[in-house]
Each structure stands twice: as C-alpha cells, then as structure tokens.
C-alpha cells in the first residue's frame, strides 16, 4: 500500500486506453525570451562575483514542450539560467492549474544572470533582481501556455548518440556521461514539429572573464537545430558533475587552428559540435512510444553541512526556507525568524521526479548529479585518501529505471549544487589519487549526506507503486 506523507506528494498510475492500445500523443511547444534589460546592473553567475553584463550576445530563453497522452498533460521547461530555487518553481506551478506535473530544469548557464544569490557584488550582497525572477515566472508559464495551445496529435522517435569527444571531465575518478539524446516528434503527415534534445555538460565555454549576456553554446546548439530541421527545439540539461565542461577540449575551425578559450567564435563551434551530434542521434532515432504517462514526484529534506552555503543564509545571500533537520529526509519542521541564529542542523526541501513516458523512464533530479551516481559507476573500491572510504556505494539512478528507454533531467525545479558519490567526498588530506591539493566540488555541495539521502529516496519514489 502506498502511503502518504503530509509533506510528500507523489501522483500516479498508468491509465491505459479501452482498446489496450497506448493512447494517442499530443506535443505542443512554445517560447519566451526572458532576456534581463540593462537599464540596471545585471550581475552574471557562475564563476567569481561582481561579473557585470556590459552588454547582450545573444537573447536568453525558455524553451518548453507540453505532451499529452488524452487523461493527463505534462509540462518540461529548459531556461537558459544558472539555475532556480524550487520555490521559484512552485510559483510557476501554481499558475498552470491541470498539468499532471511541470518541470522546469535550467541548463545551468554560467553567462547569464544571478537567478540564485551567489554572484552579487560581493560577500555579503545578492546578486538575485526580484524583479527579473517575476520575469522569468511570467516567461515560463506564458511558454507553457503557448505550448499548451499548440497541442496536436505526433509520433515520436529516439535516438541516442554517445560523445566522448566532447566533453572534458576535470575532476578523477574520471567517469563521463556521455550519451546524448534526441527525441523527434512528428505530426501525422511525417513533418517534424518539435525536437528535444538532452546533453551532459556546463554552458561554461565562454568563460570567467565574458560580459555579455548568452545562452554559452546552448545559443549555437539551438541555431544549428533550427537551420537543420527548421523546428522549435527544448535543450535540456542532464548529468553535468563529477565535472561535465567543454572546458579545456581542444577546439579547431573549419582551417584545423586552434580556437581560443572565452571567445565566441569557439563556444559556437562547440555549440554547434553538440548540435550536429544531435542530427546523428535523429538520423537513427526509432519510433518509440511515449503514451501512457505515470508521474511520481517527492519532497525531500537534505541537511545543509556547508559552512559557506549557512553563512549565506545567515547573510541573506542564499534567500530560502530552512528547516530543522530531523535524521530523516521525509520530513522536517520549517524554522521561523528566531532560529535563524540557532544551533540546530538546517535542511531545505527539494524535490525528485520520476516520469515514466510510455517507453522512455525519466529522471528529475534537483541539481549537479555526478555521472557515477547515475550510471552506477561509483569508485570501487574506494581510494584510500577519501574522507569516508567506507561509506556504502548509493543506489545508481539509472539503476532504478525500469523503462526501454532512459533519459535524465538535471537541475531539475531546483538547484542544490553537487550531489556527489560519499565514497568520493575529499575534504580533508591525505586527498585522493595521491593529490597534494583537494579537487573542486565540494565548495559547491550541501554536504557528504547529499548523494546518500538523494539517491535512497530516489530508490524509494521508483518502488512507490510497486
Ligand atoms: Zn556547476
């Protein structure tokens, strides 16, 4: 018997059509451009702070699909944003009554705006307009909207491609996610009204020092979509830790020369790259059956251990809800304004989904998921160096999936940094691999339970109607 929680949701079930045969798809997509003005400082996340945007390359958008399988209707939306706070996401949902289940999953944008705090001017000052979240809120759901408005019967077809050669994972052990995956949906007459396509890797290209506002490749990827298929296209972010960048890959154009680092010029050729490896993915794309939908969702509670990500939220930096931490990721009591300064653990509420489209599992999870956690490629044995060698192997992702088919969104309704394998955590020396310093990644994560709890409520959620 499924039971439910007063603070977790979970929704369900397949519902098959009379006839026994999978009921008919519809599709519809839509977009917003929720480019920032500059008529005030706009700050840009994703490397060192006070990066102010001088200027505007290339527009910043929100890309979203609407499927419908005739009993429910399911949204996914793609910003091109650093990432968003699942209350953000909240908002959005509480103005699209009857969908089944909105996502909206950022592709983790390191060159466009401050959308989560951590990139203002300085230490101790956001870097978060409210005003441009109320502009991404509105650009969200008025996509989904058109999206909605759009809804035509279509076939699909998947395609999956793998890629090494273009990603560059800087962080041992070396493990990469390199599958990409393209779905092409059809109206009945063959012509293609709609792609989406899903990359592991961080729209960093244009580096640490760029002032102009882009979508980093992801703008070229899209381009290069448009022109081949002259369709709308929905970009979608998967597996990007462990560390998934175009960083540092060795880029040449059309004349074999090396192309440098934080120019455009290289980050649309990368972009681009992506692009045409998604043209492979559909030339051998097969139909798949996308129809009946099951939607499980949960709430769950994860402690935050990171020193700088509390002082944040001291600061006010980190703008969120915190919890007092009970030992158990189901549930949590929400601290008021008195216990902001309290001893006690702090935890926050995020959110994991699990969509089962016909043939085709999906993953929804709530930030920067290492590869090994979701291809079940945890280091093993572990290295001696690691602060918890002895810490258990966590339940891969994938490993839950029971579909034909598998795909994961990443950043998905909400950002909570690095989920990183237990076994991998190295704070604290002797480091791993022989290392005489620390890798990065740890700075960026709630903390060594994340992994742990994510990926067991992850467990739990896949056998919640089993
Ligand atoms: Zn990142």
Redesign the pocket.
């Known amino acids: 018997m499924k039971t439910i929680s007063l603070i977790a949701c979970v929704v369900g079930g397949l519902v098959l059509s009379s006839s026994g045969r999978s009921p008919t798809l519809r599709v519809g997509f839509g977009a917003c451009d929720i480019t920032p003005a500059l008529d005030k400082k706009v700050y840009i996340a994703?490397f060192g702070k006070n990066r102010v945007a001088k200027g505007v390359h290339d527009p910043l958008m929100a890309r979203v699909i609407v499927l419908a399988d005739g009993q429910r209707k399911i949204a996914l939306a793609s910003v091109d944003l650093v990432g968003l706070f699942l209350p953000v996401v909240e908002r959005i949902r509480q103005r699209l009554p009857g969908f089944a289940y909105v996502l909206v999953s950022s592709t983790?944008n390191?060159e466009g705006p401050d959308t989560l705090g951590l990139w203002g001017p300085n230490a101790f000052v956001s870097g978060v307009d409210p005003a441009y979240l109320k502009q991404v809120e509105d650009g969200v759901v008025k996509a989904i909207q058109q999206a909605d408005r759009q809804l035509a019967p279509a076939a699909a077809r998947l395609g999956r491609v793998p890629v090494p050669e273009l990603l560059n994972d800087s962080r041992e052990p070396y493990v990469k996610h390199d599958d990409l995956v393209a779905l092409q949906l059809d109206d009945p007459k063959g012509k293609t009204i709609g792609l989406v396509v899903q990359w592991n890797c961080?729209p960093?290209d244009l580096g640490a020092k760029n002032t102009e506002i882009s979508a980093d490749y992801v703008w070229a990827t899209v381009a290069h979509l448009h022109e081949q298929h002259a369709c709308p296209v929905v970009y979608l972010t998967g597996t990007?830790?462990g560390?998934m960048s175009s960083l540092r890959l060795e880029l040449k154009d059309g004349q074999g020369n090396p192309l440098k680092e934080g120019t455009f010029a290289r980050t649309e050729a990368y972009g681009r790259l992506v692009g045409k490896a998604a043209d492979k993915a559909i030339a051998a794309a097969k139909p798949v059956t996308l129809t009946p939908f099951a939607v499980e969702r949960r709430d769950l509670f994860l402690p935050i251990d990171n020193q700088l990500y509390l002082l944040a939220w001291k600061l006010g930096v980190l703008d969120r809800q915190s919890y007092r931490w009970t030992g158990d990721w189901r549930r949590a009591e929400p601290l008021g304004p008195g216990d902001a300064k309290a001893d006690l653990r702090k935890c926050i509420k995020t959110e994991i989904g699990w969509l089962r489209l016909g043939d085709l599992d999906v993953a929804a999870i709530p930030g920067?998921i290492y590869p090994e956690l979701v291809l079940g490629k945890v280091q093993d044995p572990p290295d001696a160096g690691a602060d918890f060698p002895k810490a258990a192997v966590e339940p891969s992702i994938y490993g839950q999936l029971t579909g034909k088919h598998r795909m994961i969104v990443g950043l998905a309704n909400d950002e909570i940094?690095?989920i990183i394998p237990k076994r991998q955590w190295d704070e604290k020396p002797p480091y791993c691999y022989g290392r005489m310093r620390r890798q990065y990644g740890e700075e960026?994560s709630l903390g060594p339970e994340t992994a742990p709890l994510l990926c067991e409520a992850f467990r739990v959620l896949t056998r919640s109607d089993r």
């Open positions: 994703g983790h390191h961080h960093e990007v830790g560390l920067e940094g690095y960026n």
